[in-house]
């Protein structure tokens, strides 16, 4: 390989590395089960090391839940199926019924997931 194709292909391979840094993350709401301060503290700590994931914030209150993640990596799907798997409801999925009885002391639920 000489040097004229060396450095282009240098060139290629760095612009795509640095186009995939600057692509804008996509921000998508979850709604979940959860109300209590801890478990809003638990659900942020575990899912930051989901690959892809770049932000999260919890909201108490609504029991809303603003992911915003690399959608090279990951999707919405995967993070829902995540988010059940470690207890938590994600919309339309329901949380993992053992994950969700170790974490059913921490805090108030809606009455009607627990029967």
């Not at 992911?67 to 199926?81: H, Q």
Request: hydrophobic share 35%; net charge positive; charged share 30%.
């Amino acid at each position: 390989m000489n040097r004229k194709d060396f450095i282009s292909t240098l060139t290629l391979s760095l612009s795509g590395i640095c186009g995939s840094i600057f692509e804008k993350p996509v921000a998508s709401v979850v709604h979940t089960n959860r109300v209590c301060e801890k478990c809003k503290y638990n659900l942020g700590r575990n899912i930051v090391f989901e690959k892809g994931v770049r932000d999260v914030v919890v909201d108490v209150e609504k029991k809303l839940i603003t992911i915003k993640y690399d959608s090279s990596k990951t999707n919405l799907a995967n993070l829902k199926k995540y988010i059940a798997s470690i207890g938590f409801d994600a919309d339309e999925l329901k949380a993992d019924i053992y994950k969700r009885e170790r974490l059913r002391d921490c805090c108030l639920m809606d009455s009607t997931i627990c029967k």
